[in-house]
């Protein structure tokens, strides 16, 4: 289980509304290093990220949904 601090939180969703491509790139880097370090699925990662923004941020449903289906990793079809 990951957990994001409500400050860390909002200043993902700040990142995102004010910064969205380099949030994407950002929010990349650390799906990648997470599952590089720990063995921590994207999957988990974008998951437990969107579900902080849900609670802490500002972004419409709307805008989060957008957003985050464009981390989603891709799948083995």
């Known amino acids: 289980m990951l957990y994001v601090s409500r400050p860390i939180a909002e200043m993902l969703d700040w990142f995102i509304r004010h910064y969205p491509e380099a949030a994407h790139a950002r929010i990349g880097d650390i799906m990648h290093a ?3 370090k720990w063995e921590i699925p994207a999957e988990e990662t974008v998951r437990t990220l969107r579900a902080a923004v849900s609670m802490d941020g500002k972004l419409s449903d709307e805008d ?12 083995n079809d």
Do not use: C, N, V
């Not at 989060?64 to 799948?75: D, E, M, N, S, Y």
């Open 64 to 75: 989060r949904k957008a957003f985050f289906a464009l981390l989603a990793p891709p799948t």
């Open 34 to 36: 997470a599952h590089q």
